[in-house]
């Protein structure tokens, strides 16, 4: 499942480095999240590091995006590859 980012958004900064994928940018008004590079943190992480760090709690499982961990671990493979 990707994450997404509600309108509590604070634009605090915090998430946006800490994502592996580079899925969180600056929105219009608050950061988003591109569902098609999250993974959750899965390959990299026990956890997602966003919502980790997030102070205010406005990272959440987007119900519209759901994904089992392993298309979550293959849509990671997947990015790896390109990167390379």
Known sequence: MALYITDECINCDVCEPECPNGAITQGEEIYQIEPSL???????????????????????????????PEQLQLKYEHLIKQSA
């Open 38 to 68: 999250c993974t959750e943190c899965v390959g990299h992480y026990e956890v997602s590091q966003c919502v980790e760090v997030c102070p205010v709690d406005c990272i959440l499982v987007d119900p519209n995006n759901t994904e089992t």
